[in-house]
């Protein structure tokens, strides 16, 4: 009898296990940002392929790393899940996801960036179909208190850091940084000084720490001095992101690096904002630069129903469905001209693409990101000078580099 | 069939849930542990790596910071507020409820509010202590080095110092009330009814619960890790988040999983030691 029971059970866990995808059906997880469009997009394909039965799952960006990695790595996984570019690599290299080589034909149509985010091993794991830079979102009306021409924003470094000095007043600091919150945050604002230099955090090899070279060592000065000089918030060492836009909503942070996506939900919170976008600064005689983000599909290599998940990824990778699934910009060059991108406030934005680049395909990278971090922290809370705190950083990275 | 073995028969499905729960994860954790991501057997290399990686020696360091720093507190707090509400008053019913509040709220939510609450700009702490004059400028209580430990282990104290309270009240209440009444005859007064009766009648408690919270220390990882995720600068990573980073952040399984078979042992060895030292004495003391 009891035994029988067990059967039952175990018969029942293995079902579970094995998802309840059956032939024909595909289980696609996309966050919350994009439900509204997706369901529309499932509808157009599920005309198009009536044999296939698309289940959308929502899932929440908080804490969505490790719920996909231990899907992942659970052997149940969906048979599409939209993820960040940047984590594609490490799934690619511990086996988890299939190759896409077969279902993205067409790269050339693809910002270059996007697609060295999704190759390992010189095969692609990943299709991706949302991209974004930061440029900096400003307060117009900050700009006139200080005596500044909110129209003719800073260009260069020391032209940003002069206005940062003229618009802290106050309660109001000129320009906010991050220092806190989840890391990422951080790597995504001041990795691109680094870059505008001349500098990186590692060798294009990926043999040799870089950040404690001159030209990186300067850019993080100058990133870190925003904080030392009081034109960042006092609170830098907890702020992420989101801590600035609400700062900037508050009205005590007059300029922050960000992506588009906080427009609306500043002219909603506070519509009293005249919000201008400007190009991330450079040095005077360099060009900008950007960390290109954004989202791809991947299919687990654990997928019950691959076959089908090609034919709705290969669906969801045509430039139209890309235009209309993406937050902010779509990954195809064809898909951009959709009228859609074409709002005046996006022009800057827009402009920033062309500069954005991919970080490191290394199966370290975020354990090197965390080093870098750290060396961040440290220059923060004034345990270290920036040298200093710089050769620990390039330290710890070599040894990740020099692992096997 | 004896009667041993067909005991066995009986005890199987549990030892297979068991085996399956527990064995199988603990065996398969070592096996990481000496293998790299495609599986190929490493030898210890994932242990020097780990061990030659800064964080990690400050990482335990800050675990026996962490971990001894809460526990003194919670046992002290914990059984002087059982001992207070063991003494009888109006609305001793509703002070009991009050007390237990902060164990009963969910981890994650106590730690998201404190983080609210302690947040340089906006936090309610910085806002009454400014505006009531006790410090001139808001204090970055999570970004200053030498204060950001001392707070969370303030809210991990005040987390669970209800945990000890109750457990201790439940055990004074089991004193009988001769012993008072033999003291009372003799002249005692409150505190040689606390130090003589009270805390020797309840010292087998207060070491199980003692060792409750060693463990529970050690895997603490919701506080911290929502509050500053081991930040700023490490000064808060304690081994278990470095652990989770190591795993879930890093992808790096590997590596985790020899973190974690170093990590069990020297728990293992810390409650054998506790457990030696303490649980086996006599129960009295004089």
Redesign the interface.
Known sequence: MKLKKLAVIATAMTMLASGVAFAGDVTWWTPNFNEARAREIVAKFENANPNVKVKLEITTSDGLPQRVLTALQSGAAPEVIDVQHAWINGYAQNDLVLSVDDVLKDRDDYIPAALDYATWNSKLWGIPYRIETHAIIYNKGAFKDAGLDPNKPPQTWDELVATAKALSKGKMSGFGITGGGEMGNTIFRSLPFIWMNGGDMISADGKKALVNQPAAVAAVKFYTDFFKNKQAPASTLENDGTALRRLFIAETVAAYQSGQFDIASIKKENPKIDIGVMQIPHPADKKTAALLGGWSFVIPKSAKNPTDAKKLVGFLAEAENQGALTDTFPARKSAMSLPRFSDPILTVFKEMLPYGRAVPNNKNWIQITQAYFDGIQRILLGDEDVQKSMDGAAKDIQALLDQK | MDRNSTGLVFVL?ALIVLAMLVAYPVAYTGLLSVT???GAF?GL?NFS?VL????TPQAFWNTLWFVGGSIVFQVVFGTAAAILLNQNFIGRGIVRSITLLPWVVPGIVAATTWAWMF????GIINYMMTGAGVIPE?I?W????STVMPVLIAINVWKLFPFVAIMVLAGLQSIPNDLYEAARVDGANFWQEVFHIMLPQVRSVIVAVTLLLVIWGLNSITIIYAI??G?????TLITPIQIF??A??????NQAAALSVMFFAVALVIVIIYIKALASTPGEVK
């Open positions: 499905p790299d991501r495609q490493v290399d790596a030659g990686a800064r964080a947040h340089t700009e906006f808001p970055g999570l970004t200053n080095g500053t995720r930040g700023p600068a490490n000064r980073r190591l879930f952040e890093s992808t790096n399984f």
